[in-house]
């Protein structure tokens, strides 16, 4: 399932299948190398030079008059900044790009995922790899992630 590119190292593996128990069941591979120049929120969002998150020091980027807040409501609002709105379904829609919003049973905020135009999922973990994961079921069961708590789509705009 794991992607063959040379500079995975040896020990990515193990540690993502032990703290990711379901992307063993559910596939995925490794699509970049760790950074700590962006997280997951960023990755959503198509960012990949800045890491966001509502942290109340002002350390990391948050998108201008959105509540420095670890809500779900906070993180909608940012989405909805980039023109996403909720939606009911994770599918794959035609003309639509989607992101999941995941929270733990505190209903805090603490991963977003983007969907690929072929309808499979890709993720930044932490400071680590970027993957591409089959469907949201596989980075449920990490208790850092808890659940899925709403999903955004947007119109995709086309350049000619």
């Known amino acids: 399932m794991v992607s063959n590119n040379a500079w995975i190292k040896s020990d ?7 703290n990711y ?19 997951c929120v960023a990755w959503a969002a198509e960012d990949d030079e800045t890491w966001w998150w ?9 998108p201008p008059d ?7 409501e906070a993180f909608q609002e940012a ?7 909720i939606c009911e379904s994770d599918a ?6 989607k992101v ?12 977003v995922a983007r969907q690929l135009p072929d309808g499979k999922w890709t993720s930044k973990l932490g400071q680590y790899e970027d993957i591409e994961h089959n469907n949201l079921q596989g980075l449920i069961g990490n ?15 086309r350049v000619l």
């Open 12 to 18: 990515v593996v193990p540690w993502i299948e032990s």
């Open 21 to 39: 128990p379901n992307l063993v069941i559910y596939g995925y591979k490794i699509t970049s190398q760790d950074t700590i120049d962006y997280n």
């Open 54 to 62: 509502p942290d109340a020091q002002n350390q990391h980027y948050w």
């Open 66 to 72: 959105i509540p420095r807040e670890e809500t779900l």
């Open 79 to 85: 989405y909805q900044k980039l023109n996403y709105e």
């Open 92 to 97: 794959l829609e035609e003309g639509f790009q």
């Open 100 to 111: 999941a919003i995941y929270s733990n049973s505190n209903k805090i905020p603490t991963h």
């Open 143 to 157: 208790p850092g992630y808890g659940e899925v708590a709403c999903i955004m789509k947007k119109l995709i705009t």
